[in-house]
Nanobody, 127 residues
């Protein structure tokens, strides 16, 4: 089992920044590949960013590439999502996700391979 707890969401203005955090427990953090997803009202959940077990490989959705940065600190069992230049269309519930087994040290899981989920944190971007 992997437990995930997100934090850092909030209400911001367009152009502002936020940093989300996801603290994990239950498995050795470096054995777990991680990712962020989001779901806006009335829309399906979508992939935002993924990071390999080692943290050396990352992957982003086109809509956030260049604005968001995913990272992890394996010494703190924590993953981050730095979100810059936020837009109203980024408004959504953001979910931390984990894939265990996490594959090879540099593998980024496909969306369907994420099998553990946090409760979500709301991000609202006002224009």
């Amino acid at each position: 089992q992997v437990q995930l707890v997100e934090s850092g969401g909030g209400l911001v203005l367009a152009g502002d920044s936020l940093r989300l955090s996801c603290v994990t427990s239950g498995r050795t953090f470096s054995s777990v590949a991680m990712g962020w997803f989001r779901q806006a009202p009335g829309k399906e959940r979508e992939f935002v960013a993924g990071i390999s077990r080692s943290g050396t490989r990352t992957y982003y959705a086109v809509s956030v590439k260049g604005r968001f940065t995913i990272s992890r600190d394996n010494t703190k069992n924590t993953m981050y999502l730095q979100m810059n230049t936020l837009k109203p269309e980024d408004t959504a519930e953001y979910y931390c996700a984990a894939a265990f087994p996490g594959g090879s040290y540099s593998y980024i899981p496909r969306s369907y391979e994420f099998n553990y989920w946090g409760q979500g944190t709301q991000v609202t971007v006002s224009s």
